[in-house]
């Protein structure tokens, strides 16, 4: 079984360390600085974490789930630990693999692009390898991804930062509609707790329906909508006001700020 090392105990680098370990599929140990968060995973009696790096150096597989900003004080700490041999999986932010291999010294790097319902085994995650990993190992950390939800291999390292725009950051985005509606449901009458069940429903009907069925988002908005009809009305309104394009201009500006984030590094 591989041995897996996730440097950083936060929301993401304990997601896929939890997923990996329920699914089995490695013997997974986790390293964070902050003494009440090793206290706290070690009191779970699952996976043991601890604060020193010593571990690192029998790892076969390495994530990195550090904060973008910290990297370089990490990479300093361990640089004299890790080794050529080792396979690293960054969930780092706007962290080229470039930036990373320079960092450590190393070659066998791995980026993905993770979202926040990988809390939940409905993450969405995408990644792509340098030259140097081998095929089974980019096979291996796909399975490993999957393990939180979806994944699949992207062709080049640009994707990553476009899918930033997309499911990276999407959930932000829904979230941000989801809140309108619900401030509007309230405004309407209606409790908090009824306003997030009828939020809540209806984007999980709507999801559903467009995963179980061949048929376009755009015939999905006509099925519900009636020409002169209520539901018309709104989608009408939203037209006016440019919130389609806006939404893009949106999934735009996160790419963009993406691809400076990894232009300082």
């Given amino acids: 079984m591989k041995k897996i090392v996730v440097i950083g105990g936060g929301n993401m680098g304990f997601t896929y360390a939890e997923g990996i370990?329920?699914?089995?599929?490695?013997?997974?140990q986790i390293i964070?600085?902050?003494?009440?968060?090793?206290?706290?995973?070690?009191?779970?009696?699952?996976?043991?974490?601890t604060s020193s790096y010593d571990v690192l150096a029998n790892a076969d597989i390495i994530f990195l789930a550090v904060k973008p900003q910290i990297a370089p004080l990490v990479f300093a700490d361990i640089k004299s630990i890790v080794n050529t041999n080792q396979l690293f999986v960054s969930v780092m932010a706007g962290?080229?693999?470039?930036?990373?291999?320079?960092g450590l010294g190393i070659d066998k790097v791995i980026r993905c692009m993770p979202n926040l319902p990988a809390s939940i085994q409905l993450g969405m995650t995408t990644y792509v390898g340098s030259k140097e990993v081998a095929k089974e190992n980019l096979d291996l950390v796909g399975t490993i991804l999957k393990a939180t939800g979806k994944a699949f291999e992207v062709a080049t390292e640009d994707m990553i930062d476009n899918t930033t725009g997309i499911s990276g950051s999407g959930s932000a985005y829904i979230f941000y509609f989801m809140n309108a509606l619900?401030?509007?449901?309230?405004?309407f009458g209606?409790?908090?707790?009824?306003?997030?069940?009828?939020?809540?429903?209806?984007?999980?009907?709507?999801?559903?329906l467009y995963k179980q069925n061949d048929i376009s988002l755009v015939e999905w908005m006509n099925r519900v909508a009636s020409k002169g009809g209520t539901t018309r009305a709104a989608l009408n309104n939203f037209?006016?006001?440019n919130v389609h394009n806006l939404i893009k201009e949106g999934t735009v500006a996160c790419v963009n700020r993406a691809k400076e984030l990894a232009a300082d590094k």
């Fill in 21 to 28: 370990f329920n699914a089995n599929i490695a013997d997974i």
């Fill in 32 to 49: 964070d600085k902050s003494e009440d968060r090793i206290a706290e995973i070690n009191n779970m009696n699952k996976m043991k974490a």
């Fill in 239 to 241: 037209d006016d006001n």
């Fill in 190 to 208: 209606f409790s908090r707790e009824e306003a997030k069940t009828l939020t809540a429903q209806t984007f999980e009907g709507a999801v559903e």
């Fill in 182 to 187: 619900a401030e509007a449901a309230e405004d």
């Fill in 95 to 102: 962290m080229t693999i470039e930036t990373i291999q320079q």
